[in-house]
């Protein structure tokens, strides 16, 4: 089964460790929250890197109680590769080759490859696009392993259902690691299992992952026609019905292409090409704001739109002003409030963004129908709540299903197929004080006082448990027969991973689920299954990893 990597020998990985200058960025990734202390870090340019730091590091640290963690983008949410317990994080960020490989006759996207990297390359030469996220430095290691989606998904599906092989560094024993290459037709059970699993059942599982072959990649429309704007939330404050009336609608649109009963012009229309993330910020940000793409190179395009935002927010009802603050992870997007039409390329550098360097806390649901009437008011109340003001923390809704809706929920490790909502709780904050007298602002002053994080981590933690309280605080994935009324949730995304759900004081067993039901559901045995023949030794592990069959959650 392994196989030689194909990049040339050079004089090996370089290693990062205290007293280098590099040091102080390269232990810490995206979210600052998360800032390690690792014996070193090995900066990686290819695969016999890659192979060469895991067999130093199974010499070096042959009790493995200190974990070896890797990095593409630095976007994970939570203390997974950047946690206390790391003795060497792999940063194989410098692996960003895109191209075509004649031999697998397939696209090669290394793992290292930030989102635009992987847009700007593959469409320049090739006029294709992986339907992936927007955010232009998450790493295609972790984000492809936990599925991938972004604004094309509704139209092309999820990034996975176009991946056809995947590079794995494993380590089968401890003597070494080895290269393995596994295919969608791979003819060995075990190596089709190691595909399997890294289409959708997320990073730091199973190997070091350092590239990815994608075939069937879609086209992306020559042209977008995008849109943004914003409603000020003094509308709403003497009539929060309007408020509720809104996100009622919203929800509504989507679960009626599955259920069939929409309004009139969405029966009419195609919609697949709608993508949409409704940005219900906390009361402090002043405006709540909608970012919209549709295929602009459809002769219908601006009279969807029109028809969808008259149905969705009347202008008598709801007058629209630009988006012109940070709403989440996007900046102010105030030009396009004007619908505007832009070259797909364009438009994707437009909405290209990582927000600014800041800690955060985030939670993630899937919702298979629309927000009942309670969630509709626990929604205001919590964004309203004058306990808390905090412009930067907010729920996002994205659209969801069409293409993705196509898929069985047993062909990849992603079991939600049925969703038509995607929600991400986000909240940021940065230190606020100088809580260790050093006369600074940073992660010291955060380590020094708990108390500059405790109110926006309650925040958060509220909001979700009182959103799914008849379940148990968690959005619990539907099985048959389980609950009564059955639940209109489908449990959480594997990349906006959430520590609080394998957190029995937060998730309590035998009130909600198991953290690995609501990422993977039923599909989880099968990951354990290719966990004990990959990763036997445990080797890649963090607080949610796939465990071995028969260990403890």
């Given amino acids: 089964m392994p196989t030689s990597s194909s990049h040339p020998a050079h004089r090996g990985p370089t290693e990062v460790g205290p007293g280098d200058a590099r040091y102080e960025a390269l232990r810490r990734g995206f979210n600052q929250r998360w800032i390690a202390t690792p014996d070193y870090v090995v900066v990686a340019a290819g695969t016999r890197d890659v192979v060469a730091a895991l067999d130093t590091y199974l010499a070096r640290h042959p009790s493995r109680r200190r974990r070896v963690t890797v990095r593409s983008g630095g976007h994970c949410y939570e203390d997974f590769v950047c946690g206390a317990d790391v003795a060497v994080i792999i940063d194989v960020s410098g692996m960003n080759g895109v191209s075509y490989d004649p031999?697998?006759?397939?696209?090669?996207?290394?793992?290292?490859?930030?989102?635009?990297?992987?847009?700007?390359?593959?469409?320049r030469h090739h006029g294709l696009a992986v339907p992936g996220g927007s955010c232009y430095s998450v790493g295609a290691g972790g984000h492809v392993s936990g599925g991938g989606f972004g604004l094309l998904s509704r139209l092309h599906g999820l990034t996975v259902d176009h991946l056809y092989a995947v590079e794995v560094v494993t380590v089968r024993d401890l003597t070494h690691a080895e290269v393995t290459v596994a295919r969608a037709d791979s003819p060995e059970p075990a190596l089709r299992d190691l595909w399997w699993a890294h289409t959708g059942g997320g990073g730091g599982n199973f190997g070091v992952v350092t590239r990815y072959w994608f075939r069937g990649l879609p086209e992306p429309p020559a042209q977008v026609l995008l849109k943004t704007l914003a409603w000020d939330?003094?509308?709403?404050?003497?009539?929060?019905?309007?408020?509720t009336d809104l996100v009622r609608r919203y929800g509504q649109f989507f679960e009626a292409e599955r259920t069939?009963?929409?309004?009139?012009?969405?029966?009419e229309h195609d919609y697949r090409d709608l993508f949409t993330l409704l940005k219900l910020n906390n009361h402090a940000a002043g405006k709540v704001g909608l970012v919209l793409q549709l295929d602009g190179t459809r002769d219908d395009?601006?009279?969807?739109l029109r028809l969808f935002l008259d149905w969705l927010a009347p202008e008598g009802d709801y007058p629209p002003t630009p988006l012109d603050v940070q709403m989440g992870e996007h900046p102010p997007l105030a030009a396009l409030h004007?619908?505007?039409?832009?070259?797909?390329?364009?438009?994707?550098?437009?909405l290209n963004d990582s927000g600014p360097s800041r800690c955060g806390k985030y939670k993630s649901a899937y919702h298979t129908a629309n927000f009942t009437e309670r969630q509709l008011k626990v929604i205001h109340d919590r964004l309203t709540n004058r306990s808390y003001t905090n412009d930067q923390a907010l729920l996002q809704v994205d659209s969801y299903g069409g293409r993705i809706n196509d898929v069985d929920p047993s062909a990849t490790a992603v079991p939600q197929r049925s969703s038509v909502l995607k929600l991400q709780y986000q909240t940021y904050w940065t230190w606020g004080k100088d809580a260790n007298h050093d006369g600074v602002f940073d992660y010291q002053d955060a380590q020094a006082d708990p108390a500059i994080a405790a109110p926006h981590l309650a925040w958060i933690r509220d909001f979700y448990r009182d959103m799914y309280q008849e379940t148990g605080g968690?959005?619990?994935?539907?099985?048959?027969g389980e609950r009564q009324p059955p639940s209109t949730t489908d449990g959480c995304y594997v990349n906006y991973p959430d520590a609080d759900l394998s957190d029995p004081a937060l998730n309590p067993p035998g009130v909600g689920q198991p953290w690995h039901t609501l990422y993977y559901g039923a599909n989880y045995p099968r990951l354990q299954r290719t966990k004990a023949h990959w990763d036997p030794r445990d080797v890649f592990?963090?607080?949610?990893?796939?465990?071995?069959?028969?260990?403890?959650?």
């Fill in 233 to 243: 939330w003094r509308i709403f404050e003497k009539r929060p019905e309007k408020f």
């Fill in 541 to 553: 592990r963090h607080r949610q990893s796939v465990r071995l069959p028969g260990t403890p959650d």
């Fill in 301 to 304: 395009s601006a009279e969807r």
């Fill in 260 to 267: 069939g009963d929409g309004p009139g012009f969405q029966r």
């Fill in 103 to 123: 031999e697998m006759e397939a696209y090669c996207v290394e793992a290292g490859a930030g989102n635009w990297e992987t847009a700007s390359q593959l469409y």
């Fill in 338 to 350: 004007i619908p505007t039409r832009l070259p797909w390329l364009t438009a994707t550098q437009n």
């Fill in 474 to 480: 968690v959005p619990v994935v539907a099985t048959d």
